[in-house]
C-alpha cells in the first residue's frame, strides 16, 4: 500500500516513523508548506518523492491513501479534496473547526465509500485500551473521568518552537480528545455539556484556560481543565475513577492510583498509540471495513464542541 503524507512536521515526523513500521506500506510522497520543506522532510524521513502541494500528490495513480497532518485550518477542505480523488484519507484531529465541516467530510465518505478516519490517538493509545477492555469485560465502571490538558503557549508556535501560521484551539482541537473518548469509554452517549472559559488573549485572540464539564447517559461524569498559561508539567493526564479502582493514563503509560505502574504491553502489538492508529487505518482498508474513529464514529464530539461553543459565544 503507497500513502502519501501532507504535512512535514512534528506530527508528520509520527507518522512517517509509525507507518514505517507497518510491514507491506510505503510512505509513497510527502508535501509540506512549500517545497522546499517537503524536500527537507523526505530526505530526513527516506521519503523517495517531495510534491509542491495536495494536488500533484492527489493526481498520482499509484497513491492509495493520504495521512493528513496539516494545519488544523486546511483539515476540512484537504479531507473532501482526498475523498473526491478517490483516495482514502486519515485526518488528524480535528476533523474540522466547525460541524459544518465536519458534517460535510462525513457526507462525502458516505458519497464514495471511502475509508475516512480521525486521528482521535486516545482510542488506541495503549493505556486507554486497557481501560476499555475492563469496562467491556463489565469489570471496570466509569464513575468520573478527570483530566487536565496544560500547556505553556503564549506566542503562536508549534510543538517544535516554530512560529505557526494558524492558531491552535483549547476547544475544537485538545477539547476533541477529551469528549470523544469519554463517550467511547463510557460506551454511552454524552447528554449534558457546559463549558467556562477564561480572558481572551489580546494577541492570539483566543481564551487561555478552559472548563468543561460532560455528562453520559450512564450518569458518569467528567471534568476537563484546559490552559495555555500552565508553567509546569506538560500534555494531558487522565484519571479514571471508577466502581473497582482508579487509573492514571498518562499517554502510553497506566498506572493505578498509587502510582503503580501497570504493564499494558500485552494490550496490542506497540507501545505507540500513532503507530497503533495507523495500523487500523491501514487494516480498514485492507479489510475494506469501517475503522475505529471513523468519521461516522466521531461526529458526535463535534456536535457537543458545537453546543458548548454556541454556550461559549453567549
Known amino acids: 500500500m503507497r500513502i502519501a503524507l501532507a504535512g512535514g512536521g512534528a506530527f508528520g515526523a509520527k507518522h512517517a516513523a509509525a507507518l514505517r513500521r507497518i510491514e507491506g506500506v510505503e510512505v509513497a510522497a510527502v508535501v509540506s508548506s512549500g517545497l522546499e520543506s517537503a524536500r527537507r522532510f523526505a530526505a530526513e524521513q527516506g ?10 500528490v492527489l493526481a498520482m495513480d499509484d497513491v492509495d491513501a493520504v495521512v493528513l497532518a496539516t494545519p488544523t485550518p486546511m483539515h476540512a477542505a484537504q479531507t473532501l479534496a482526498c475523498l473526491e480523488a478517490g483516495k482514502h484519507v486519515q485526518v488528524e484531529i480535528p476533523v474540522a473547526a466547525s460541524l459544518a465541516d465536519a458534517e460535510a467530510c462525513l457526507a462525502a465518505q458516505r458519497r464514495t465509500g471511502l475509508v475516512a478516519m480521525a486521528g482521535h490517538t486516545r482510542r488506541f493509545n495503549p493505556s486507554h485500551q486497557w481501560i476499555h477492555r475492563r469496562v467491556a469485560a463489565g469489570e471496570f465502571a466509569i ?16 510543538a517544535l518552537g516554530q ?18 473518548l469519554f463517550a467511547y469509554q463510557t460506551g454511552s452517549p454524552i447528554v449534558r455539556a457546559n ?11 483566543i481564551a487561555m484556560d478552559m472548563s468543561i464539564q460532560l455528562q453520559a447517559e450512564s450518569g458518569a461524569i467528567c471534568t476537563l481543565s484546559l490552559s ?6 506538560l500534555g494531558t493526564f487522565f ?8 487509573y492514571l493514563a498518562r499517554y502510553d503509560d497506566l498506572f493505578t492510583g498509587a502510582e503503580e505502574k501497570i504493564d499494558a504491553s500485552g494490550v ?4 505507540d498509540g500513532i503507530e497503533l492508529q495507523d495500523r487500523e487505518f491501514v487494516a480498514a482498508i485492507r479489510e475494506g471495513r469501517e ?23 453567549g
Open 143 to 158: 464513575q468520573q473521568l478527570d483530566v487536565q490538558t496544560y500547556f505553556f503557549r503564549r506566542s503562536n508556535l508549534n
Open 47 to 56: 521519503i523517495g518523492r517531495a510534491a509542491a502541494d495536495l494536488d500533484e
Open 163 to 180: 512560529a505557526r501560521s494558524w492558531t491552535d484551539h483549547l476547544l475544537w482541537h485538545h477539547a476533541a480528545h477529551t469528549v470523544d
Open 268 to 271: 496490542d502489538v506497540s507501545l
Open 239 to 246: 484519571r479514571y475513577i471508577g466502581d473497582t479502582g482508579t
Open 228 to 233: 495555555f498559561n500552565n508553567d509546569g508539567p
Open 195 to 205: 463549558a467556562l472559559q477564561g480572558p481572551v488573549h489580546p494577541e492570539l485572540g
Open 291 to 313: 475503522p475505529n474513529a471513523s468519521l461516522a464514529q466521531v461526529l458526535s464530539c463535534y456536535r457537543t464542541l458545537a453546543e458548548l461553543e454556541r454556550q461559549l459565544a
